[in-house]
C-alpha cells in the first residue's frame, strides 16, 4: 500500500512532465518566488526566471518517459513537505539517442492537497 508521500510525489510527477512535454509555459504555476532550480550547475532562483529558462530550452517538442519515482516526507512535524526523486529519458524530435536525467524536486505544501516546488535539481546522466 502506498503511502501518502508516495501518492502526491506520483501524481506530481505526472502533472508535471505533462505540462513540461505538452505546455510548458504553464509551469510556472508550480513554482513561487521563492522557488531555487539548479539546471546542470545553473543556479536560478524564482518563479519568473526558472519559467523563462524553461522556455528558453534549445528545442520546443520534447517527451519525457519516467523510469522511478521515489518519494519521502521532508519534515513530517514542519508542514508536511514531501522529497520526490525522478530518473528517466527525454526523447527529442529526430534524436536517435534519448537523454537520460535525474531530477529531483521539494514539495511544499500550500493548502491541502496542494503544494509548490521549493527546490528543482535537474540533471543529465552521460555515460
Not at 517538442?61 to 527525454?90: E, M
Amino acid at each position: 500500500m502506498e503511502d501518502t508521500s508516495e501518492m502526491v510525489g506520483r501524481a506530481f510527477v505526472d502533472h508535471y512532465y505533462h505540462m513540461f512535454d505538452n505546455e510548458r509555459a504553464s509551469l510556472c504555476s508550480v513554482y513561487r518566488e521563492t522557488s531555487m532550480l539548479s539546471f546542470e550547475g545553473q543556479k536560478i532562483v524564482g518563479d519568473r526566471d526558472i519559467s523563462s529558462k524553461l522556455l528558453q530550452l534549445p528545442f520546443d517538442q520534447c517527451r519525457h518517459v519516467i523510469s522511478t519515482v521515489d518519494s519521502q516526507p521532508s519534515s513530517p512535524g514542519a508542514g508536511g513537505g514531501i522529497v520526490v526523486f525522478v530518473s528517466g529519458s527525454l526523447h527529442l524530435p529526430g534524436e536517435e539517442h534519448h537523454l537520460r536525467f535525474s531530477q529531483m524536486f521539494h514539495l511544499i505544501p500550500t493548502t491541502p492537497g496542494c503544494f509548490y516546488v521549493h527546490n528543482d535539481i535537474f540533471r543529465l546522466n552521460y555515460g
